[in-house]
């Protein structure tokens, strides 16, 4: 396929690096509003478009691509408060879009992990709930948009927590996020329960790029030939069936 790179950072390097070992085409990196400027017209030459940009660019990009009937994967967070419109926008428009809080394989097995322990510690109400979340010093939102889906999947699944809060809790019904900025760490997950006796703790640890990388390029080809709005579940769900 022929592929758009928006963002250039050190995941749109990585993907570009896999996306070349996995004989795709790498036909256009955007950067920058000089890029968009110089280059934004060839947009629509692709065949599907990646987007690893900052939260204050992504829905921008989203549209570009809406724009040039291209496809896109988008692996940028901290844009979720506007999904629900992106959705609407997509289906009204006939476009696709491809969105993830985290395109590793592992952190969603983890992600499954956690839905199921939340469940497991609903009634053991002497654990007290907390996350930890560590990323490079680069990453803009905080906290993470993986912390967030860890969060949320908790609510859900325990009863005993009725919202998050980036801080430490103040009452029995807030879960706590904490975010931590540290050079080259790509990324770092911690859910615990801990209680006067003891601790449970799940912790999904990136090594490097490569995973968040590889699971993209799979979301990618995935994409190919469909219409509509996709997350990592539906991609997952379908390797299942295949592999049945």
């Excluded at 890029?35 to 990009?61: C, H, M, Y």
């Excluded at 905080?142 to 998050?164: F, H, M, Q, Y």
């Excluded at 390029?217 to 190919?224: D, F, G, I, P, R």
Aim: charged share 30%; glycine share 6%; with cysteine.
């Amino acid at each position: 396929m022929k592929i758009a790179i928006l963002g250039y950072g050190k995941m749109g390097q990585e993907i570009e690096r896999i996306a070349i070992l996995r004989k795709h085409e790498v036909t256009l990196i955007i950067d920058s509003i000089e890029d968009w400027e110089k280059d934004g017209g060839r947009l629509g030459e692709a065949d599907i478009a990646i987007e690893f940009s900052q939260p204050d660019t992504v829905l921008d990009n989203i549209y570009h691509c809406f724009d040039a009937n291209v496809p896109v994967v988008v692996g940028t967070t901290g844009w979720y408060e506007d999904v629900e419109q992106v959705r609407i926008d997509c289906l009204d428009r006939e476009q696709t879009i491809f969105y993830s809080a985290n395109f590793s394989i592992g952190v969603n097995l983890f992600f499954d992990l956690n839905r199921k322990l939340a469940a497991l510690m609903s009634k053991w109400v002497d654990y007290e709930i907390s996350i930890e979340e560590t990323h490079h010093i680069h990453k803009q939102d905080a906290p993470s948009g993986t912390a967030i889906v860890l969060a949320n999947d908790i609510i859900r699944n325990s009863k005993r927590k009725e919202k998050w809060v980036k801080k430490m809790p103040e009452n029995p019904e807030e879960l706590g996020i904490q975010s931590f900025r540290t050079e080259n760490v790509p990324g770092t997950h911690k859910v615990k329960y801990e209680s006067d006796a003891d601790s449970i703790e799940i912790i999904h640890t990136a090594k490097n790029r490569r995973g968040f990388a590889v699971g993209t390029l799979l979301a990618t080809e995935w994409l190919n030939g469909k219409k509509g709005i996709f997350e990592m579940k539906d991609l997952l769900s379908s390797q299942i069936l295949t592999n049945l």
